[in-house]
């Protein structure tokens, strides 16, 4: 099966400009998410989605970033304006989700390639 | 934060098995153990999981102690393209959802 795609792979932007990263999750998987991995760390998680429906946005500093899923399948993340800080690896992942005996259960993510930005 | 300590980076030779530990002290019964890597300049790769039992699949095998307190992972046959950095993470519930909880990793270099 295919796996998670997004694009574009690379993006060099100066700060305050504007930049979008797509994310599209393998077929079937309800659960997406967004992580910020910065240089010599772990990724981090943004934003969760369930379907179209955020689950977590703790993380998300919302004054510059969003992130939508309009359709429950592929997502969009968005910097505005963006800042040297911002230089990192967006990770895109899905999960596959179930329910039972009245809870949500989502199984093992699986990642994308990331798009690598650096912001001068 | 992370529920996982790592030892930040670990040597192996070629050919042999890498044993890669990982402590996770306040896990909680139902927590499950995940394992990834990242290879250079790719997103982290599934590896395996696990909850109480030691679980093998074609990559690696997972050895969970009896009180949960710690794993290993083992590459039974480490090559050099198994070069890269292990994540361990306690896979967490949050707010009726679970999620991963990232540490710093073990970087491993796989030598010829």
């Known amino acids: 099966e295919a796996g998670v795609a997004q694009s574009p792979r690379y993006k060099i932007i100066e700060k305050r400009q504007s930049v979008a990263f797509w994310c599209n999750p393998i077929?079937?998987?309800?659960?997406l998410y967004w992580y910020q991995q910065i240089l010599g760390q772990g990724p981090k998680l943004l934003i969760q989605?369930?379907?179209?429906?955020?689950?977590?946005d703790s993380q998300l500093p919302k004054d510059r970033f969003s992130a939508e899923r309009l359709k429950g399948v592929d997502s969009t993340l968005k910097i505005q304006p963006a800042k040297l800080e911002d230089s990192a690896v967006y990770l895109c992942?899905?999960?596959?989700?179930?329910?039972?005996?009245?809870?949500?259960?989502?199984?093992?993510?699986?990642f994308g390639p990331g798009t690598r930005l650096l912001v001068l | 934060d992370a529920k996982t300590t790592q030892p930040p980076s670990m040597d192996c030779a070629e050919g042999r098995a890498a044993n890669l530990p990982c402590n996770h002290s306040?896990?909680?019964?139902?927590?499950?153990v995940y394992w990834y890597r990242q290879i250079h300049s790719q997103g982290p790769q599934y590896i395996i999981h696990?909850?109480?039992n030691n679980e093998t699949n074609e990559m690696a095998s997972l050895i969970i102690t009896e009180d949960r307190k710690s794993s290993t992972l083992i590459l039974p046959h480490a090559t050099l393209r198994d070069t890269a950095v292990y994540y361990c993470?306690?896979?967490?519930?949050?707010?009726?959802?679970?999620?991963?909880?990232f540490g710093t990793g073990t970087r491993l270099k796989v030598l010829a």
């Open positions: 077929s079937g998987h309800a659960t």
């Open positions: 993470i306690v896979r967490v519930a949050d707010r009726g959802t679970y999620k991963y909880i």
């Open positions: 306040t896990i909680s019964g139902n927590e499950y």
């Open positions: 992942a899905s999960s596959f989700s179930s329910r039972a005996s009245g809870r949500n259960f989502q199984e093992t993510q699986y």
């Open positions: 989605f369930q379907n179209n429906g955020v689950v977590d």
């Open positions: 696990g909850l109480k």
